[in-house]
């Protein structure tokens, strides 16, 4: 269960502001995500972090980036957006992102309190790069979701 007020770091407080733009109920938004109105009311309420696959199906329907959502910026979209998330692409962008920084797997893993087995398989393309890490890395080295994610290549 994650920490009161932790999720708004998650974009919380924007799916918020954009259900309500379009006028629209939990339950509404729980069919776009093929999610329970239970489980989306839990991304709202800071109960639940939403999954990155469910974040990235909101920034589809809703036509807005990731970073939008998650408070990085206050553009909307960008003109080069992709609407899918691939593994391997996300998996070369954080090795680019790592050797960039001059950091070994051991010392990103070290950062985000993780394994280096486990940043070797999202780097490998194994396994999808979870949002939380994801954040952590786009916060303190102030990188774009988006470009993280594949979602645009700036």
């Not at 509404?28 to 696959?53: C, F, G, M, W």
């Not at 957006?81 to 960039?100: A, M, Y």
Request: hydrophobic share 30%; with cysteine; glycine share 4%.
């Amino acid at each position: 269960k994650a920490s009161k007020g932790m999720l708004d770091e998650f974009g919380a407080k924007r799916i918020i502001d954009i259900r309500e733009e379009y006028d629209l109920s939990q339950k509404d938004v729980a069919n776009i995500l093929d999610v329970s109105q239970q489980t989306y009311s839990r991304y709202e309420t800071e109960e639940k972090i939403i999954p990155i696959k469910h974040l990235n199906k909101f920034c589809n329907h809703f036509k807005v980036s990731l970073d939008y959502v998650i408070g990085f910026t206050n553009t909307r979209n960008y003109k080069d957006s992709k609407d899918k998330i691939n593994k391997n692409i996300v998996g070369k962008r954080l090795k680019e992102f790592r050797t960039n920084k001059n950091l070994t797997q051991q010392e990103l893993a070290k950062e985000l309190n993780t394994s280096h087995s486990t940043i070797s398989a999202y780097e490998n393309g194994k396994t999808l790069l979870l949002l939380a890490f994801a954040y952590g890395i786009a916060t303190k080295y102030k990188v774009s979701l988006d470009w993280l994610y594949g979602r645009t290549d700036k």
